[in-house]
């Protein structure tokens, strides 16, 4: 075979490799599957228990609401309490979220759980401010001299365009249970650590 012929192959054959390998360097890096990025939410609501009113014995408290800056749809409220210590033990509506609708209602007062989830009409507003989100009513047993009511964790507040709860912090209740007297106002509150 000729020189030249040889020298023509070697230099195909090197022009070949080299552009393979220029095209190989120019294919898109693998991509690392990206995460969604974390919604950044500003969680300043706050839920307590207000002055409770006794009436025939029955304690009458409302479950406070304060939104701070979100812009609240809804509260899904999971309160436990002695079953030992209270009877009669029913919740209701507040008069919070403008044209509401209750979503659950259960009070099992065989293991001292309280249930209640309430928001906004679809076509409502979302609501800002302070209020009552629900009036939460029992009857102490006799002989019981002190009632506590507490948020559990699943506790939690919904916002407008926010798919996490944006429940800052919430305030337990402790009653002192007073001798039976007309309608009478007490306070409760006791700092819940969340």
């Given at each position: 075979?000729p020189?030249?012929?040889?020298?023509l192959?070697?230099?195909?054959?090197?022009?070949?490799?080299?552009?393979?390998?220029?095209?190989?360097?120019?294919?898109?890096?693998?991509t690392?599957?990206?995460?969604?990025?974390?919604?950044?939410?500003?969680?300043?609501?706050?839920?307590?228990?207000?002055?409770?009113?006794?009436?025939?014995?029955?304690?009458?408290?409302?479950?406070?609401?304060?939104?701070?800056?979100?812009?609240?749809?809804?509260?899904q409220?999971?309160?436990?309490?002695?079953?030992?210590?209270?009877?009669?033990?029913?919740?209701?509506?507040?008069?919070?979220?403008?044209?509401?609708?209750?979503?659950?209602n259960?009070?099992n007062?065989?293991?001292?759980?309280?249930?209640?989830?309430v928001?906004?009409?679809?076509?409502?507003?979302?609501?800002?401010?302070?209020?009552?989100?629900?009036?939460?009513?029992?009857?102490?047993?006799?002989?019981?001299?002190?009632?506590?009511?507490?948020?559990m964790?699943?506790?939690?507040?919904?916002?407008?365009?926010?798919r996490?709860?944006?429940?800052?912090?919430?305030?337990?209740?402790?009653?002192?249970?007073e001798?039976?007297?007309?309608?009478?106002?007490?306070?409760?509150?006791?700092?819940?650590?969340?």
């Amino acid at each position: 075979m000729p020189r030249k012929t040889l020298l023509l192959i070697l230099f195909l054959i090197a022009v070949t490799i080299g552009l393979v390998l220029l095209s190989v360097s120019q294919q898109k890096p693998e991509t690392e599957p990206q995460t969604p990025a974390k919604e950044i939410v500003n969680a300043d609501s706050t839920l307590s228990f207000g002055e409770a009113v006794i009436e025939n014995g029955s304690y009458f408290t409302p479950v406070l609401i304060d939104s701070g800056t979100n812009k609240l749809t809804g509260a899904q409220l999971e309160l436990i309490f002695d079953p030992n210590e209270v009877t009669n033990v029913k919740i209701e509506e507040g008069n919070y979220f403008k044209n509401q609708i209750v979503l659950l209602n259960d009070v099992n007062e065989k293991t001292g759980r309280i249930t209640f989830a309430v928001g906004v009409q679809p076509e409502e507003s979302p609501s800002m401010g302070s209020g009552t989100v629900a009036v939460v009513a029992f009857t102490p047993k006799p002989g019981v001299d002190k009632v506590n009511i507490k948020f559990m964790d699943k506790t939690q507040v919904a916002a407008k365009d926010i798919r996490i709860t944006v429940l800052k912090a919430a305030t337990d209740a402790k009653f002192a249970i007073e001798a039976q007297q007309p309608a009478t106002t007490i306070k409760s509150s006791t700092p819940s650590a969340e």
